[in-house]
Nanobody
Framework: QVHLVESGGGLVQAGGSLRLSCAAS????????MGWFRQVPGKGREFVAA????????YYADSLKGRFTVSRDNAKNTVYLQMNALKPEDTAVYYC????????????????WGQGTQVTVSS
């Protein structure tokens, strides 16, 4: 059975930082790509960033480059999303996902999903 569990969300003031973690078990972490998405009420999930298992290559949504950093620790089966200079518009539920395609920015390319973690940025 595949499990992805996110953690690290919370309430932060604008300009602050948070680091999200995604602990993967079983086949999830063996997938070629681990991605982060976010979703606000009434909208679809938006691609944030992805990291490739084999060499740690990363890919970001253009609008988030420079503020967000994705990384993975294969020894810990964990993927991270470091978020800096947070803005109120970053408020969303953040999800991690695992899939085979590199690089994929659509939700349909990912096979496994975590339950999400809420990030709220106050102004």
């Amino acid at each position: 059975q595949v499990h992805l569990v996110e953690s690290g969300g919370g309430l932060v003031q604008a300009g602050g930082s948070l680091r999200l973690s995604c602990a993967a078990s079983g086949r999830a972490f063996s997938k070629n790509a681990m991605g982060w998405f976010r979703q606000v009420p009434g909208k679809g999930r938006e691609f944030v960033a992805a990291v490739r298992r084999s060499d740690g290559s990363t890919y970001y949504a253009d609008s988030l480059k420079g503020r967000f950093t994705v990384s993975r620790d294969n020894a810990k089966n964990t993927v991270y999303l470091q978020m800096n200079a947070l803005k109120p518009e970053d408020t969303a539920v953040y999800y991690c996902a695992a899939g085979d395609v590199w690089v994929a920015v659509t939700t349909s390319a990912y096979n496994y999903w975590g339950q999400g973690t809420q990030v709220t940025v106050s102004s």
